[in-house]
């Protein structure tokens, strides 16, 4: 079945750069109608949506956040990865990678989720 | 973008019960409306979606409706496993975003 990992440091000192890995298996999502998406959550709060990317290489960003985000991917979208600039406090949050079903419009499968915090 | 309210924040109520949980949009979204069920610790789970199909799987208990601006999930009869935090989400236009959370707990 889909399985989604997230992977990478759990804590960054503000001003850093965050960098997270999602290593996406069991699923085929490089031949469209699945885009590949970062979503974080803050504690006590409903999630936040931070970017996706589609098997073109078309990405789409929250503008809230797009001035500081890179998502990319690997060729067979197996390897999905963030980049978050210039972090605070703001940031601190568990970060999940998922797939964006765009045919029905859903979030379907989700990784476990990572906690980054930021902190010197 | 468009914000999702959600009422109530948290609800209290037995195993048995039936409830409702509501969510607004601030703009029509049509049926583009999500729901997710999450638990402490745990990545949200997908129960509903285009606001009133249940996804595979999922008990017929919890019930989706709405269109436009307002949406519901119901659950019919409580179970214990069900009390957990609800999200809608919507999915009509990017930046997609979430509600603030229902969190049902037990009476």
Not at chain 1, 38 to 55: C, D
Not at chain 2, 12 to 31: K, L, P, W, Y
Not at chain 2, 74 to 101: H, K, M, N, R, V
């Amino acid at each position: 079945q889909v399985q989604l990992q997230e992977s990478g440091p759990g804590l960054v000192k503000p001003a850093q750069t965050l960098s997270l890995t999602c290593t996406v298996s069991g699923g085929s999502f490089s031949s469209g109608s699945y885009f590949l998406s970062w979503i974080r959550q803050s504690a006590g709060k409903g999630p936040e949506w931070i970017g996706h990317i589609y098997s073109s290489g078309t990405t789409n960003y929250n503008p809230s956040l797009k001035s500081r985000v890179t998502i990319s991917a690997d060729t067979s979208m197996s390897q999905l990865s963030l980049r978050l600039n210039s972090v605070t406090a703001a940031d601190t949050a568990v970060y999940y990678c998922a797939t964006y079903f765009d045919i029905l419009s859903y979030f379907d499968y989700w990784g476990q989720g990572v906690l980054v915090t930021v902190s010197s | 973008d468009i914000q999702m309210t959600q009422s109530p924040p948290s609800l209290s109520a037995s195993v048995g019960d039936r409830v409702t949980i509501t969510c607004r949009a601030s703009q029509s979204i049509d049926t583009y409306l999500n729901w997710y069920q999450q638990k402490p610790g745990k990545a949200p789970k997908l129960l509903i979606h285009a606001a009133s199909s249940r996804l595979s799987g999922v008990p017929s208990r919890f019930s989706g409706g709405g269109s436009g601006t307002g949406f519901t999930l119901a659950i019919s009869s409580l179970q214990p496993e069900d009390f957990a935090t609800y999200y809608c989400q919507q999915s009509y236009i990017p930046p997609f975003t979430f509600g603030q959370g229902t969190h049902l707990e037990i009476k």
